[in-house]
């Protein structure tokens, strides 16, 4: 019997009853297909991996991370709820030492949740690895954790989570968004106050490849983790750069996959998009899981796999080169960035249009990070709807100072709905969640 090096966990949930239509490309058939590649190689049988059932997430720990308009169980379906308990319960075998690392492939997929959700956009409703995350910190303690993003689509939903959170560095490597939906993710956006420079974008052009993505990968993302020594690393693991993937244009491998994972070194990945169904996903996630457990992933190519055809062009190589020297820069150099950018300022404001291409809904936001000389500040949310929604939503941070809190709490408990729809206040201090 084979042996892994790693003890692995996985846990598989493909939402039988969860899908945005029947031919949609995010559907139960994105996982059922890998399920067959898997057990048709025999991984089950392979000693040191084993598979685990998923939790139920509960509605507090939604409500940890997002504010749902109006409230969660409006928003949620059960396929959401497990889907985010997926990764809980991966996340916790890894915590427990139950297994060395762990790969929640589940669905649907949540990257693109930010804090406030009216809705489904780019296919996600909430957000799962900081869900997950959040709930961990939780029973676990406060950690640092890297959450690295390798789906072609930028993760806009983690950027707005944790855009002002020091702790939780968050690299997104995607197509650029002048490219690709949904039109974010640009080296300049780069932190809120007390996080400048832990946020980080890595917009890549069109038709990069396997050359470019190991590039990106040794020369900016393994140097910054080195300088951060996070206690955790998390793979938000989309699979959507693929060259045969219908939404995208890069052209990544599954051998590619697997060589980034074994350098990354993830302790856990969670599934994201990835919408090749049988020409890339079972490769994939078959290429990732023997990456994870220490395995040779060398036989794993896919059938139609040309490397003269996605060969990567020398001005995208060139490019990348410059860019990478450009951001590992602004890197090593955010704290400086930070004291000219912030100077003198009380106060941070960033105006937003956020579309749900899913349900037609179009909000704006008016988001505002109180800066604070004894902790991170607390941060307010005004949000409109065209559906008529009026919203205030206010986060206090885990690490607030007492004055934060006491102006956070003089804030919710002196405004009326008399302007407001809803008013929410996410207390991280004492993990608590009010609104009115």
Not at 92 to 112: Q, S, T, Y
Not at 265 to 275: F, K, R, S, T
Request: negative net charge; glycine residues 6%.
């Amino acid at each position: 019997m084979e042996k892994a090096k790693n003890k692995l966990g996985l846990v598989f949930f493909p939402a039988f009853d969860w899908a945005i239509s029947p031919t949609h490309p995010e559907r139960e058939e994105r996982l059922l297909y890998t399920q067959d590649q898997i057990f048709e190689e025999g991984i089950q049988d392979i000693e040191g991996i084993e598979f685990f059932n998923p939790m139920i997430a509960s509605e507090k720990d939604i409500q940890r991370v997002h504010f749902a308009i109006p409230d969660v169980k409006s928003r949620l379906t059960k396929s959401h709820y497990i889907s985010v308990g997926g990764a809980i319960r991966a996340y916790k075998a890894v915590m427990d030492k139950e297994v060395d690392k762990a790969f929640a492939l589940i669905r649907p997929p949540g990257h693109h949740a930010h804090r406030v959700v009216y809705g489904d956009r780019g296919f996600c409703i909430v957000n799962v690895e900081a869900v997950a995350l959040e709930r961990i910190r939780q029973e676990y303690g406060d950690m640092k954790v890297a959450i690295i993003d390798t789906d072609a689509h930028h993760g806009d939903g983690t950027q707005d989570i944790y855009y002002n959170d020091k702790d939780t560095l968050f690299i997104s490597f995607h197509q650029d968004g002048r490219t690709l939906y949904p039109g974010t993710g640009a080296i300049e956006e780069f932190g809120g106050p007390a996080a400048y420079g832990y946020n980080i974008n890595i917009p890549l052009p069109p038709e990069t490849g396997e050359e470019g993505f190991l590039y990106i990968l040794d020369n900016i993302v393994m140097p910054i983790l080195d300088d951060f020594k996070p206690d955790l690393i998390i793979n938000s693991a989309g699979q959507d750069n693929h060259y045969s993937d219908p939404l995208t244009n890069m052209n990544f491998t599954a051998q590619g996959y697997a060589i980034l994972n074994q350098r990354l070194n993830p302790d856990i990945a969670v599934l994201e998009g990835g919408y090749s169904i049988e020409s890339a996903l079972p490769y994939i996630n078959l290429g990732i899981i023997l990456a994870m457990a220490g395995m040779d992933y060398s036989k794993v190519i896919e059938p139609d796999y040309d490397p003269i055809k996605i060969k990567q062009d020398k001005r995208i190589t060139k490019h990348i080169e410059e860019l990478s020297t450009y951001i590992y820069k602004r890197w090593k150099n955010k704290e400086q960035l930070a004291k000219e950018k912030f100077k003198n300022k009380t106060e941070v404001i960033l105006e937003k249009q956020i579309y749900y291409d899913t349900d037609g809904i179009m909000e704006h936001q008016i988001n505002t990070f109180n800066i604070c000389s004894q902790c991170s500040g607390y941060n307010t949310i005004k949000s409109t709807s065209d559906k008529g929604d009026k919203v205030l939503a206010i986060t206090l941070p885990r690490k607030a100072c007492q004055s934060c809190i006491e102006k956070t709490y003089n804030l919710y408990q002196n405004t009326t709905l008399n302007n407001y729809t809803n008013v929410y206040l996410q207390d991280r201090v004492n993990d608590e969640y009010l609104a009115k």
